[in-house]
């Protein structure tokens, strides 16, 4: 039998009287991956912060190698050899890559080349293409993950915790994440490993705990369980996998809501063309830095296009060009980000306070609204996207990363919009809460707005989509009828 790392014993954690774990046993051997899987809200978060010493357990035992320990900050937990990859990245962004990466490691005398030759060193061992010395604020979702990782691995734990690693990663990026994961437990080390990619979780983990409604529900051998056994224990049920919906006539999509025309903008989008039509799903894929986001951007009004030769958007066959997003909201378009915690939420409001400057922020908003009406208005989209929270005054940064991701839809929904936008929309989200965002996609097109879907999950563009774009270099280089279209087909042409 291997060390054992971490032992915890009816571990329990409360806020305001309400549980967010109780009574969890959880334990990790050198050498091993230990898989945390369930529902947004089962409590995997919280476990692991407070392993972390993000967070005071209230109740139960910790132990560290045998020795019992009660962290009252994320140094103690360093101090300890434990590191964590939060699915939200916790990096500096007016610092570079190399900065952050050393991060709690400063020397009293530091040459910045050899700080950037380091992280440099670093990074390539593990793949990940980033440039040391680029400041954080201007990279993207998936580098700022690889900076995290990498900050991680600096700090030579023994024991390392991944909260979501894969979620802004390409397959390509996953395989050497999983490689370098494979390379950790081969030299003893302890991984815990938090996805709701429940296929990566028994591949790359030997044990699976699956966590619901805050309590250990089981612990099962990763090689000798099923995805479907491990979902039955989640939720208490067999949900089917995606399907995809039968296609819409093609007279259904009659009116043309959006058009875009030659889209430029600098070197990362270029010659971008394509329409929505009302009534349909417009799936968008394609690998990372194809300028699918920029495109939904400039669209949005987040970013503005080439002023000369920029190309054209045009909304129900009139010319637009928008300098802020809320021109684009009063028009009736909405982007839903794939950023959440940067540009989707004011995280120490409430739901309800969140959900009225939605509702603030589109044409029929209203400035003022009572307390009770801004209660009612979080309770009837807490209801229809199922938002779970310890109660209805709950914080935005109180709620699992699956819940928070509701939030920023239900936010933007709450306009009622034309052309609504949804980048990465299940980033995040529980296999239960995956099925609902889907369903909510479809309703949306049959109540006749045109839906533009993003994502780098080709089975769900499959799932959604009645037509779907692929592109590369800043181009549409390909367009697939749901029938036509295959996973084989898409990557064909976002690769070559």
Not at 126 to 131: A, E, G, K, T
Not at 236 to 255: D, K, M
Not at 336 to 342: A, C, G, S
Not at 367 to 379: D, E, G, P, V
Request: glycine share 8%; net charge positive; charged share 25%.
């Amino acid at each position: 039998m291997s060390e054992l790392l971490v032992e915890m014993a009816r571990v329990t954690k409360t806020y305001r009287g309400v549980h967010a774990i109780r009574d969890v046993d959880f334990d990790l051997r050198a050498g091993e991956v230990h898989a945390l899987v369930g529902e947004n809200g089962a409590g995997k978060s919280t476990l692991c912060k407070v392993l972390a010493g993000a967070v005071q357990h209230s109740a139960g035992e910790l132990r560290i190698a045998g020795e019992p320990v009660n962290f009252r900050r994320p140094h103690d937990a360093l101090e300890h050899g434990i590191a964590m990859v939060y699915q939200e990245t916790s990096l500096v962004p007016t610092m570079t890559a190399a900065q952050n990466i050393e991060l709690g490691h400063e020397k009293l005398l530091t040459r910045f080349r050899s700080l950037n030759i380091g992280a440099q060193q670093l990074l390539q061992s593990m793949n990940f293409h980033v440039d040391p010395t680029a400041y954080v604020s201007t990279l993207g979702a998936a580098k700022k993950q690889m900076v995290e990782i990498a900050r991680a691995l600096r700090s030579e734990a023994r024991i390392v915790i991944f909260d979501e690693p894969t979620a802004s990663l390409t397959p390509e990026e996953t395989l050497h994440l999983f490689t370098v994961i494979d390379e950790l437990r081969a030299a003893g080390l302890g991984i815990i490993y938090v996805s709701h990619a429940l296929e990566e979780s028994l591949k790359i983990a030997d044990r699976v705990t699956v966590l619901r409604d805050g309590e250990r529900v089981a612990c099962l051998d990763a090689k000798q369980t099923s995805r479907d056994e491990i979902v039955r224990h989640m939720v208490g049920r067999s949900l089917g996998t995606a399907r995809a919906a039968a296609p819409r006539e093609p007279g259904a999509r009659r009116r043309r809501v959006l058009e875009v025309e030659n889209l430029i903008l600098g070197t990362v989008v270029k010659n971008m063309s394509f329409s929505a039509y009302a009534g349909e799903v417009l799936g968008i894929a394609g690998l990372i830095g194809s300028g699918r986001t920029e495109t939904a951007k400039i669209i949005a009004g987040a970013l503005k296009r080439n002023r000369i030769h920029g190309g054209r958007v045009l909304l129900n066959g009139k010319p637009v060009r928008y300098r802020v997003p809320k021109q684009a909201i009063d028009d009736g378009i909405v982007y839903i980000t794939e950023d959440r915690k940067l540009d989707g939420y004011f995280e120490t409001m409430t739901i309800a306070e969140n959900l009225y400057l939605g509702q603030l922020a589109s044409r029929r908003g209203q400035w003022w609204l009572s307390r009770s009406r801004r209660r009612a208005l979080a309770k009837e989209w807490s209801e229809r996207l199922r938002i779970k929270a310890i109660n209805a005054d709950a914080k935005i940064v109180e709620l699992s990363g699956g819940n928070q991701q509701k939030v920023v839809v239900g936010k933007s929904l709450v306009a009622d919009p034309e052309v609504v936008i949804f980048d990465e929309p299940t980033r995040g989200v529980d296999v239960g809460a995956i099925e609902e965002i889907h369903q909510l996609i479809r309703r949306l097109a049959d109540e006749g707005k045109a839906v533009i879907v993003i994502s780098s999950y080709l089975p769900e563009v499959l799932a959604v989509s009645d037509r779907i774009l692929v592109t590369r270099f800043g181009r549409t280089v390909a367009e697939f009828s749901r029938a036509e279209a295959t996973q084989e087909k898409i990557m064909y042409a976002a690769i070559f």
